[in-house]
């Protein structure tokens, strides 16, 4: 019985991390159970293993983004792979290379894991089809960001000791978001029950297909929650017509402080970041003692660990 | 499928394994391991009992109830993951399995003895070595391990040793405890 916590059967058979949408929740669960593994490996007085010593991972994003790129990075150098960065501006896509072309080019540099954040949904998956390395997708388009929506994951079963049958609200703007995407399949597929809010142009009726309730109005929801998931409001992005302006937003929409107060005592407030204070979160919530958005943040590390280690481990 | 796979072919193996220790057997075994941990340490409160998971750590805890049945000390003991350390990285072909370590901190001024059920190439235990180390600096290492089959790779020996078990190298050695294998505790010995 001691011993029964301890299991040692491998559910893991993918060089790639495309999307939650094709894992099965065994397999799911297994990538949370081996992040559990990792997360302690930051807890030692040297953080780091030889894993996957002697690989060489590249981060390619092609888009910008600092934080989930930092967390690879710092993911791979707790596993003693050695990495390279490349971003869009450095990168000969601005001189008119092709994606192919340039990940050819990086294969051949023997690079065994391959990061990509890329604008165009699929972009993970046609490099995947067509190189030996492991692909890890960390955001294509408005498709997924995989690892993003496993953190989200792990941070609600740390907290709460499960995801079956928890209340997840997530707010924003689901139509552009591929962390809403990826949250949604997983979720879904561990048994949570899953809400959607936000304006009707940026949450489209459609998305109940995938099994989840879609609502408008904030207040009636947030008081039955288990967990409360903001997503940013992607100024970048937005296009007038879809998006009613950023104090209109706050008032319909926003987690402020007074209507932070319908949540329960133990509900969750997470955001996968960076944030936009007085936006989609009051700083008031943000910082409270229901926000765990900086656990997210050191979970995110953990499951990317995992992520590389699963991928990345085998020999090629 | 591939796990049904995998169990059916130890079943059916089971049926030409040789048994070389049985219940009893591996009781005195590892009672006797227990007194000479006590003999060997005369500071038991330093004592940490670190298993290798999966059957290492149910063997760190029967030992260390052998031990508190004996010198009435509760023991502490721990797991320690070797999969993150092993040094196979460039040719393994099958990825093992993480575990999540757990030691008592700080390991400085403390003895570490590593556990396991099976001593063979020695590899094992220089990743353990290399996984505590990551903790801290203990006083001291120590080795226990129910079966020594010979063929080490490494220069490591056992300090405890419940049956040293001369084997061929194609031979393997398998260890089933209750516990871990719903299965009764037994060394099997399997030619080819």
Redesign the interface.
């Known amino acids: 019985?001691?011993?029964?916590c301890?299991?040692?059967?491998?559910n893991?058979n993918r060089k790639d991390l495309l999307g939650l949408r094709e894992l099965s929740a065994d397999e799911i669960n297994f990538i949370l159970e081996?992040a559990?593994?990792?997360?302690?490996?930051g807890t030692?007085?040297?953080?780091?293993?030889?894993?996957?010593?002697?690989?060489t991972l590249v981060n390619f994003f092609v888009e910008p983004s600092t934080r989930t790129r930092t967390s690879f990075e710092l993911a791979a150098f707790r596993?003693s792979a050695d990495v390279i960065n490349i971003s869009a501006t450095t990168s000969s896509l601005t001189k008119g290379e092709t994606l192919k072309d340039t990940a050819r080019n990086l294969e051949a540099l023997h690079a065994d894991i391959l990061v990509l954040r890329h604008s165009s949904a699929g972009a993970a998956q046609f490099l995947a089809q067509r190189l030996k390395s492991s692909v890890i997708n960390a955001g294509d388009g408005a498709h997924e960001h995989p690892t993003q929506g496993l953190l989200d994951m792990y941070t609600i079963r740390e907290k709460r000791g499960r995801i079956d049958n928890l209340h997840v609200v997530i707010v924003g703007d689901i139509l552009f978001s591929r962390v809403a995407r990826s949250n949604i399949f997983g979720l879904t597929k561990l048994g949570a029950r899953v809400t959607l809010v936000g304006p009707s142009t940026l949450v489209p009726r459609e998305f109940e297909k995938l099994g989840v309730t879609v609502s408008n109005q904030i207040d009636k929801v947030l008081p039955d929650a288990d967990v409360v998931n903001l997503l940013r409001i992607q100024h970048e992005r937005q296009r007038k017509e879809y998006f009613p302006g950023i104090s209109e937003y706050t008032t319909l929409f926003g987690l402020t402080k007074e209507r932070a107060k319908l949540l329960k005592p133990n509900c969750l407030v997470m955001h996968p970041g960076p944030i936009n204070r007085g936006v989609e979160i009051d700083s008031e919530v943000a910082d409270g003692l229901q926000s765990v958005i900086l656990d997210q943040v050191t979970n995110g590390l953990a499951v990317r660990m995992a992520v590389l280690?699963?991928c990345g481990?085998?020999?090629a | 499928m591939q796990?049904d796979d995998k169990k059916h072919i130890a079943s059916r193996a089971r049926t030409s394994g040789v048994p070389i220790m049985d219940a009893e057997a591996i009781w005195r075994a590892l009672r006797r391991i227990a007194h000479e941990i006590i003999e060997q340490n005369a500071d038991l409160k330093s004592v940490v009992l670190a298993g290798i998971?999966?059957?290492g750590?149910?063997v760190a805890?029967r030992l260390a109830e052998f031990i508190r049945d004996v010198a009435k000390i509760d023991i502490e003991t721990g797991?320690i993951?070797v999969?993150?350390?092993?040094?196979d990285?460039?040719?393994?072909?099958?990825?093992p399995?993480?575990?999540?370590?757990?030691l008592p901190l700080p390991l400085e001024h403390r003895t570490v003895i590593i556990v396991d059920d099976v001593l063979f190439t020695g590899r094992t235990v220089r990743a353990a070595m290399?996984?505590i180390?990551?903790?801290?600096r203990p006083a001291r290492i120590q080795l226990a391990a129910l079966v020594d089959r010979g063929h080490r790779e490494l220069p490591i020996r056992a300090d405890y040793v419940g049956k040293n078990l001369p084997t061929a190298t194609r031979e393997q050695i398998q260890v089933r405890?209750q516990?871990?294998d719903q299965e009764p505790d037994a060394v099997w010995l399997f030619k080819e």
């Open positions: 019985m001691r011993s029964g301890l299991k040692n059967e491998m893991w081996t559990d593994a990792f997360k302690q490996v030692r007085e040297i953080k780091k293993v030889p894993a996957l010593r002697g690989k596993l280690y699963l481990g085998i020999a | 796990m998971p999966l059957r750590v149910e805890h797991t993951d999969a993150m350390h092993r040094d990285v460039g040719t393994r072909a099958e990825l399995m993480v575990h999540a370590s757990k290399d996984a180390s990551s903790f801290g405890l516990n871990v």
